[in-house]
């Protein structure tokens, strides 16, 4: 398998893009091609030669000449940098050089990029941005968090569509819960939005079990959770938010109590598989559900570990076949 990253994307690039390669191609049989300024690169590769053996790894550099930056706007950059690094990855995918494409940078550059090159599957009206949320008993998937602040009931019917399926497909697991975020559980609870968005999605072919609160997500009543890009950004950033505030709480509070502190090599482990759990770089991207091609969107602030679960969310990705199932879904719902 053929995956294109974009080394000039994220927060920490092109030291964490470089290095997370690295770490994908040595775990992995997949080939890695590294796209962005050429000699920059190979500078960052010939850092870690020794210590990962980087010549026996499976990683072409694969030069571009331009970068797309965070602050950019993102259908300009686009437009406008056609030998972008990001750009060139989309390039790569849409002319079947590559199986699937990585990026950290821009979330805005990446969608627009990937609906101008990979162009969307017929009859999606709008790509979501779906990605993995801790809760109670494991994790659910939560779409849109970001692609579309404003939506449609259509939207998120489809949304449930394609986040249901990848659901079953990546995770396991069989018929997936499929729930809309609203302000109460009972039917007439919502906005214009939700409240049209419910009657479109209790007739579609998912097992949809109606409106969920907020509260709701973490308590792990539904495996998928349907909202617009708006609401289900605030989801995300509160959920990363709480998760780090609440493990400087655990500190503080070990540290005000002797015995406790005393205490922490015997919960060392049990706190470390708490943060395992919470850590977005364990999931390492997102898939954008509804364009022709596997597109993976990761955190702007990804670590190296974070950019090699990203290259492995995406190969899994073209293992199971989700964008030729998104395609015969969104079909049968026409």
Not at 86 to 106: E, I, P, Q, T
Not at 172 to 185: H, Q
Not at 203 to 230: L, M, T, Y
Request: glycine share 8%; net charge neutral.
């Amino acid at each position: 398998m053929i995956i294109a990253l974009d080394a000039m994307g994220g927060d920490f690039a092109p030291v964490s893009t470089v290095e997370g390669a690295i770490l994908a191609a040595k775990e992995s049989g997949h080939k890695i091609l590294l796209v962005g300024p050429e000699k920059l690169l190979a500078e960052e590769m010939s850092k870690h030669a020794r210590r990962y053996k980087v010549a026996s790894l499976d990683i072409e550099i694969v030069n571009a000449t331009e970068i797309i930056f965070m602050d950019e706007h993102p259908a300009k950059a686009v437009r406008q940098k056609k030998d972008s690094s990001l750009s060139v990855c989309a390039k790569f995918v849409a002319d079947g050089k590559a199986d699937v494409f990585v990026s950290m940078g821009n979330s805005g550059a990446v969608m627009t990029a990937a609906l101008f090159y990979l162009k969307r599957i017929d009859g999606v009206l709008r790509p979501a941005i779906s990605t993995t949320f801790p809760t109670i008993d494991g994790h659910c998937i939560i779409a849109d968090i970001g692609a579309n602040v404003d939506c449609k009931p259509e939207y998120l019917l489809q949304f449930g569509i394609m986040a249901s399926l990848f659901c079953e497909k990546i995770t396991g697991t069989k018929k997936p819960r499929v729930g809309l975020v609203s302000v109460g559980e009972e039917d007439t609870k919502g906005n214009e939005l939700t409240l049209a968005a419910f009657e479109l999605l209790k007739k579609a072919d998912i097992n949809f079990v109606g409106n969920i609160e907020g509260r709701d997500i973490p308590n792990s009543k539904a495996d998928v959770v349907i909202c617009d890009g708006f609401v289900g950004n605030i989801i995300l950033k509160f959920g990363e938010g709480l998760a780090e505030v609440l493990f400087k709480l655990i500190r503080q509070a070990l540290k005000k109590h002797p015995l406790a502190w005393a205490s922490l090599p015997f919960l060392w482990f049990a706190i470390k598989d708490l943060r395992k759990k919470v850590d977005y770089s364990e999931s390492g991207g997102a898939p954008l559900l509804g364009v022709d091609g596997v597109c993976i969107v990761g955190h702007g602030s990804s670590n190296c570990k974070a950019v090699k679960n990203a290259i492995f969310a995406g190969a899994k990705a073209v293992e199971h076949n989700l964008t030729k199932d998104i395609k015969e879904a969104i079909a049968k719902s026409k």
